[in-house]
């Protein structure tokens, strides 16, 4: 089956500094990703969506400045947190459309990985 | 607009008991719809796609147009049902899924 992998599962950082999220699909090309951040007890929140070799497309509230998304191949994404405050301290979570599929929305994620920000 | 409702954050019934999770949507054409699960401590996994109208786990969900609903049904919980799930609906942008709130799942013994 489609797997998803995310790297790092979990980081701590100081408020101000940046931090990477790596999404990679590991058997199939991933032509659509998305990335989401999940608060305790609630629903998953749309961050963006990136499609490969595009710009990402950012749901409205999230700033694209601080939250760079870069989508440079078919099997990789990346959320880069910039100038991180404790407030960004959250779940974050990607998923990957497989783009062999033309006609299903089904999304294959990732495990996650759990910002704090200190 | 479109949207997902999910009615009940929470629901919890006794093993062997029928099950419903109830899902509403708001789409004007034809709709796509999901159903994600997430156990303890492991990703979101797909459950139920309507298309494939098929049973996983013995959960089973039907598309009734009329009412807008795709609710979740299982003949006799398990405990092993327990989880968070997650009714979805493809949405018309770029691929994306429109979620419902949740509804936490407990089966007691």
């Known amino acids: 089956g489609a797997v998803v992998s995310q790297h790092p599962s979990w980081v701590i950082c100081k408020s101000g500094t940046s931090v990477k999220i790596e999404c990679r699909s590991l058997?199939?090309?991933?032509?659509?990703m998305f990335w989401y951040r999940q608060f305790p007890k609630q629903s998953l929140m749309l961050m963006a969506t990136?499609?490969?070799?595009?710009?990402?497309?950012?749901e409205q509230g999230v700033e694209k400045d601080k939250f760079l998304i870069n989508h440079a191949s078919l099997t990789l994404s990346t959320l880069t947190v910039t100038s991180a405050h404790p407030e960004d301290s959250s779940f974050y979570i990607c998923?990957?459309?497989?783009?062999?599929?033309?006609?299903?929305?089904?999304?294959?994620f990732g495990p996650g990985t759990r910002l704090t920000v200190l | 607009a479109q949207r997902v409702t999910q009615p009940e954050k929470l629901l919890s019934v006794f093993k062997g008991a029928p099950v419903e999770l109830k899902c509403n949507y708001s789409?004007?054409?034809?709709?796509?719809l999901f159903w994600y699960v997430q156990y303890s401590r492991q990703r979101l996994q797909l459950l139920l796609r309507?298309?494939?109208?098929?049973s996983i786990k013995g959960f089973t969900a039907d598309l009734n147009k009329g009412e807008t609903s795709f609710h979740l049904k299982k003949p006799f919980a398990q405990e092993e049902d327990s989880a968070m799930y997650y009714c979805?609906?493809?949405?018309?942008?770029?691929?994306?899924?429109?979620w419902g709130a949740g509804t936490k799942l407990i089966i007691k013994p």
């Open positions: 998923s990957a459309r497989d783009g062999s599929v033309s006609s299903y929305n089904e999304q294959f």
């Open positions: 058997d199939f090309q991933a032509t659509t």
């Open positions: 990136s499609n490969e070799g595009s710009k990402a497309t950012y």
């Open positions: 789409y004007s054409g034809s709709p796509e």
């Open positions: 309507h298309i494939s109208r098929e």
């Open positions: 979805a609906l493809g949405g018309d942008s770029n691929y994306q899924l429109i």
